[in-house]
């Protein structure tokens, strides 16, 4: 064999040697890239699953005086009703700054819905029952949807 075969020999081996390797890096570039994203969304779930689970202590309580204030309007007690959720300001002091970050885009609406029910229920108040049903529910809805009730 002249030295040229022998060249061109281990030229070919080389060269197919380098693109076995280069489509091997790039095989596992990709498998790399699947596992990272894999991960991130891991973690995303992961970091939602903790702020469900940090929601559900700060949004229950409020949802349990909704609750409450609902069943006496429908009971006919708008009086009650006033008396119970007066007392909702209170517990939103506490509430709504643990909400507020785990809410997300969704707060300004809450923030909203909450203003209107304080103003609903304010001492001296005397809402109709469609307005204080219509309060109550304003809250109560974008609450339970975010805890996933």
Same mark, same amino acid.
């Given at each position: 064999m002249t030295r040229l075969d022998r060249l061109s020999r281990l030229s070919l081996s080389l060269v197919a040697a380098g693109s076995l390797a280069l489509a091997g890096c790039s095989q596992t570039s990709d498998t790399a890239k699947q596992a990272a994203?894999? *991960? @991130?969304? !891991?973690?995303? &779930? !992961?970091?939602?699953? #903790?702020?469900?689970? !940090? /929601?559900?202590?700060?949004? =229950?309580?409020? *949802?349990? *005086? /909704?609750?409450?204030?609902?069943?006496?309007?429908?009971?006919?007690? /708008? #009086?009650? !009703?006033? =008396? =119970?959720?007066? @007392?909702? &300001?209170? *517990?939103?002091?506490?509430? @709504?700054?643990?909400?507020?970050?785990l809410a997300g885009d969704k707060w300004p609406a809450i923030e909203t819905a909450a203003k209107t029910l304080i103003s609903t229920f304010a001492k001296g108040s005397s809402p109709d029952a469609a307005a204080a049903s219509s309060a109550i529910s304003g809250l109560a809805g974008p609450l339970s949807a975010l805890i996933g009730k």
């Open positions: 994203g894999g *991960l @991130g969304q !891991a973690a995303k &779930e !992961a970091a939602q699953g #903790a702020g469900q689970a !940090a /929601l559900a202590p700060a949004v =229950t309580p409020v *949802l349990d *005086l /909704l609750k409450k204030g609902e069943a006496e309007v429908k009971g006919g007690n /708008l #009086a009650g !009703a006033v =008396t =119970t959720l007066g @007392g909702f &300001e209170a *517990l939103w002091d506490k509430a @709504g700054p643990v909400i507020q970050p």
